[in-house]
């Protein structure tokens, strides 16, 4: 019996495809979610657990200058289920916890007199030496706070992450990432801190100050939008591993190929795939093959992977942060989450809290493959070694890898993206890529739903009105009719104009 509406196959339980079933199960559209985790829907947004601690995989603050997404959140987990946390984050350097966003006044007279001086000589140079249009993330960020304040407070950090040197980055990144900011800025902003009533858009969001999060942390909101998709009638299965997407294109209708983690395979058919999953992986798997230059793009694109080791320790109450950014070059891990900070209830018992240090590294590297007592080992030293804890204080440990974290953009990822694009538009026209990898861009986890809430409206409207494309950082989006009225790299507008991500790049 058909129901008159388009049957949807979302691939991927992170917050773009679960986003997108929640709103069509609303709908009463016949949804599937094919999630490849065995455990947890959620993507890197879900909540991890081990022995009853719950820890964040990446640290999620719920704060979004679209109020859209914010009504979605309190209405796919209810208000009392959110907490409203200070954001608090540091910078770890020589022994020290510095304020981040940098506070003038704190971080140089934690510096001393001697380098305090030398900061604000070494920004005066900056500022009177800076290139008028800088190419680098060095440059761009000694153009705003002087050598000596990258040096402390931006260098190592970066170098860890992306697993390249600063003087390598394109300044985009730097542009976006630290968008609005600037010494000056920040000095105001610690003579007059924003108010309850400041309009959110106007709020340079590396100062938000206080931020939604759900009790038992994001992983929450997600399970409880999977339940609700269920209650609705869709599927939610986890386990499971798209091997293959058949179009036809007679019947406009995909076959989806799909396994369980026994092996057991099993055939869907749907009007309309959402994918979430890899853009490399995806355009492996799809059937007829893309031309052969989307296929050799789709090999190019490469990902940054990170992995958690979460510690149980002694709560000594040495620092209350949500995370603390770790510039130490004498020491691999680049950020310490602090657990309790999140959220109390995600750690059980008392006198005891759990501590997420993140090492960012490349799938099948030294760090990726030692053993997880090798890594809690690794974790529990430079713990020590940085005096955040003391030797008898480290009472457990696990690891939680994480493969693709972040798509890795390099000098022609957007090329690629372009390349990958156009052949799919052009071959698959009901195939709709979302979220961080399945677009592979710079999404956070905002910026994913509104790529999804965008799709669902293409499909109920049959016709692709709104360009998810052009959804930047802010979550903010373009409404201007046709997609092509929004640019569109399809179409030989340049990626960038299309929406394509500012993100790390070589120079």
């Not at 990446?58 to 987990?77: C, N, V, Y």
């Not at 960012?360 to 030293?381: H, I, N, P």
């Not at 457990?396 to 972040?406: E, I, L, S, W």
Request: aromatic share 10%.
């Amino acid at each position: 019996m058909t129901t008159g509406k388009p049957s949807v196959v979302c691939i991927g339980a992170g917050p773009a495809g679960l986003t997108a079933a929640y709103l069509l199960s609303r709908q009463g559209i016949p949804v599937t979610v094919l999630e490849k985790d065995p455990r947890y829907v959620g993507g890197i947004s879900r909540t991890a657990e081990y022995k009853g601690f719950a820890f964040d995989i990446g640290g999620h603050r719920f704060f979004s200058k679209s109020a859209q997404i914010e009504a979605l959140w309190t209405d796919m987990l209810g208000e009392e289920d959110f907490l409203v946390r200070p954001r608090k984050s540091r910078i770890y350097y020589r022994g020290k916890l510095f304020d981040y966003p940098i506070r003038a006044f704190d971080a140089l007279s934690k510096l001393g007199v001697v380098e305090a001086v030398r900061c604000v000589l070494s920004y005066v140079q900056g500022k009177l030496s800076a290139p008028a249009i800088p190419k680098t993330f060095e440059q761009w960020v000694t153009g705003q706070f002087g050598r000596r304040l990258f040096e402390i407070f931006f260098k190592t950090y970066t170098e860890k992450v992306w697993g390249m040197k600063c003087s390598e980055i394109s300044a985009d990144w730097a542009a976006q990432r630290i968008k609005g900011l600037s010494l000056t800025k920040a000095i105001w902003h610690a003579l007059l801190p924003q108010h309850a009533g400041a309009a959110r858009d106007k709020i340079i969001k590396t100062l938000v100050n206080s931020f939604r999060y759900p009790r038992r942390g994001p992983g929450m909101l997600w399970e409880a939008a999977a339940a609700r998709i269920r209650a609705g009638g869709g599927e939610v299965s986890l386990g499971q591993t798209v091997r293959s997407l058949e179009w036809d294109a007679g019947e406009r209708r995909w076959t989806v190929g799909v396994a369980d983690a026994d092996g057991a395979e099993r055939r869907l058919v749907c009007d309309h795939v959402i994918s979430s999953m890899p853009m490399r992986e995806l355009v492996r798997a799809v059937v007829p093959a893309p031309p052969a230059p989307a296929a050799r793009a789709a090999e190019a694109l490469r990902y940054r992977d990170f992995l958690v080791v979460a510690l149980v320790v002694q709560d000594r109450e040495l620092f209350d942060d949500n995370w603390i950014y770790i510039h130490d070059p004498g020491v691999k891990v680049g950020r310490i989450q602090n657990f309790r900070s999140w959220s109390p209830e995600m750690v059980p018992a008392p006198g005891l809290n759990c501590y997420g240090l993140e090492y960012f590294c490349f799938e099948g590297d030294g760090l990726w493959t030692s053993s997880d007592d090798a890594l809690v080992r690794l974790a529990s030293d430079e713990l020590v070694a940085l005096g955040l804890a003391a030797p008898d204080d480290i009472v457990d440990g696990t690891v939680v890898r994480q493969p693709k974290a972040y798509p890795v953009y390099d000098d022609c990822y957007q090329h690629h993206v372009a390349t990958i694009r156009a052949a799919l538009d052009a071959g698959y026209p009901n195939l709709h890529l979302v979220g961080r990898n399945g677009m592979h861009k710079y999404n956070n986890q905002d910026h994913a739903m509104m790529t999804a809430i965008l799709t669902v409206k293409n499909i109920l409207l049959g016709r692709r009105a709104y360009d998810v494309w052009c959804v930047n950082q802010d979550a903010e989006y373009h409404e201007e009719g046709e997609a092509g009225a929004s640019g569109d790299a399809s179409h030989g507008t340049s990626p960038a104009a299309a929406g394509g991500r500012l993100v790390p790049m070589r120079v």
